[in-house]
T-cell receptor
Framework: AQSVTQPDIHITVSEGASLELRCNYS??????LFWYVQSPGQGLQLLLK??????LVQGIKGFEAEFKRSQSSFNLRKPSVHWSDAAEYFC??????????????FGTGTRLKVLA | DGGITQSPKYLFRKEGQNVTLSCEQN?????MYWYRQDPGQGLRLIYY???????QKGDIAEGYSVSREKKESFPLTVTSAQKNPTAFYLC?????????????FGQGTRLTVV
């Protein structure tokens, strides 16, 4: 079955510390992978995406993610966290449905808290 | 500005009533999606549409209905058959339903049953 797992429900880091959010996916074909960020009561904003090519992708706000096919992972990283990064982060995969249409499957999210 | 507009932002419904959530996009995207978000459960797919007058059920379609009469509009009706409708609803669109594109999201509608 197609799925996305984010094993960490909550993560707390100090401002200026490095960050890594984990994401594992289950999908038989070459995946289209995404990371989104959501502030409370708001919609989702795309941070970065992986379709093909270089397995290390750069996104907005200083985030990057690395696709590792052998581990079925797409972890999100940031070298130095800012207080404004406190939000909820979602990993997603675009999976092909039986109808032929692609649909987006999301993980349960990781809530990031940043300590001053 | 191009984007996705969801209205209203907050909606209150009495038990037993149907209610319709609006989603409009001016991005000229073919595909549109409705998700439900509950704390700790991530986003769950309700319905999606790849083209006008066509849509498919997602993982939690029971108690919901949709229509896609125009490319730019994809309203969601929460019927009285939906047992627990209180949630945050997100509409999204993507350029193509054939993969290789990202989804863009509206700002959401918070529905509360009173």
């Amino acid at each position: 079955a197609q799925s996305v797992t984010q094993p960490d429900i909550h993560i707390t880091v100090s401002e200026g510390a490095s960050l890594e959010l984990r994401c594992n996916y289950s999908y038989g074909a070459t995946p289209y992978l995404f990371w989104y960020v959501q502030s409370p009561g708001q919609g989702l904003q795309l941070l970065l995406k992986y379709f093909s090519g270089d397995t290390l992708v750069q996104g907005i706000k200083g985030f990057e993610a690395e696709f590792k096919r052998s581990q079925s992972s797409f972890n999100l990283r940031k070298p130095s966290v800012h207080w404004s990064d406190a939000a909820e982060y979602f990993c997603a995969v675009a999976a092909r449905a039986t109808s032929g249409t692609y649909k987006y499957i999301f993980g349960t999210g990781t809530r990031l808290k940043v300590l001053a | 500005d191009g984007g996705i507009t969801q209205s209203p932002k907050y909606l209150f419904r009495k038990e037993g009533q149907n209610v319709t959530l609006s989603c409009e996009q001016n991005l000229n995207h073919d595909a549109m999606y409705w998700y439900r978000q509950d704390p700790g459960q991530g986003l769950r797919l309700i319905y999606y549409s790849q083209i006008v007058n066509d849509f498919q059920k997602g993982d939690i379609a029971e108690g919901y209905s949709v229509s896609r009469e125009k490319k730019e509009s994809f309203p969601l009706t929460v019927t009285s058959a939906q047992k627990n409708p209180t949630a945050f609803y997100l509409c999204a669109s993507s350029l193509s339903s054939q993969g290789g594109t990202e989804a863009f999201f509206g700002q959401g509608t918070r529905l509360t049953v009173v």
